[in-house]
């Protein structure tokens, strides 16, 4: 069946430095790739979402970029700063808004 | 606008036991998800509901099972609790069919 796989699992980086999670989708059918941030002990928020119509898009410090051919799409977090610190889920929806297939989820940890 | 409530939020119950959990989605939202969450792990998608009707059933054992109203208020109900239900139930309202998630605060609960 359809999945989306998000690598990596884990990811520690150093404040300051940049952060990318990448997330392969199996149905040629998607068309709207939002991702999630939990906070500890929170609930999941969107923070951008990107259409397959566009090949990138970003806000502030945060960006995401869509490979329809390969069928991936990627979190680019640059500046990392300790707030950013949280686990982000990557999700893909076909255009016929069958369903919503969500990432493992990638553990960020900014070191100081 | 008031975003997704959840009820109750924190719930301790024995092995055998039933429990519902009920969810408010924002209003004018006619969309709610149920996801379960437990430590370490993704979301685990259990159920959509539209429009009063089951749209998506993720690959939950027949114990799980929803229901939503016409006010597009959604509850979730668990029979016969078994000790790995122990998790964070998430719901997540939307204004189309697998649309952008908001998602509520959550339902912690402990099966002892």
């Known amino acids: 069946g359809e999945n989306v796989e998000q690598h990596p699992s884990t990811l520690s980086v150093q404040e300051g430095d940049s952060a990318v999670i990448k997330c392969t989708y199996s149905d040629s059918a998607s068309n709207y790739f939002p991702w999630y941030k939990q906070e500890l002990g929170k609930r999941p928020q969107l923070i951008i979402d990107?259409?397959?119509?566009?090949g990138e898009k970003k806000d502030q410090r945060i960006a995401v970029t869509l490979n329809k051919t390969a069928k991936h799409f990627s979190l680019h977090i640059t500046e990392t700063q300790p707030e950013d610190s949280a686990v982000y889920f990557c999700a893909a929806i076909p255009s016929d808004a069958s369903k919503i297939i969500f990432g493992s989820g990638t553990r960020l940890s900014i070191r100081p | 606008k008031a975003g997704v409530t959840q009820t109750p939020r924190y719930l301790i119950k024995t092995r055998g036991q039933q429990v519902t959990l009920s969810c408010s989605p924002i209003?004018?939202?006619?969309?709610v998800s149920w996801y379960q969450q437990t430590p370490g792990q993704g979301l685990q998608f259990l159920f959509e509901y539209f429009s009063e009707t089951q749209r998506n059933k993720g690959n939950f054992p027949g114990r799980f099972s929803g229901r939503q109203f016409s006010n597009s208020r959604s509850e979730m109900n668990v029979s016969t609790l078994e000790l790995g239900d122990s998790a964070l139930y998430l719901c997540?309202?939307?204004?189309?069919?697998?649309?952008?998630?908001?998602f509520g605060p959550g339902t912690r609960l402990l099966v002892l």
């Open positions: 209003s004018g939202h006619r969309s």
């Open positions: 997540a309202s939307s204004l189309k069919e697998a649309g952008t998630q908001y």
């Open positions: 990107i259409r397959s119509n566009v």
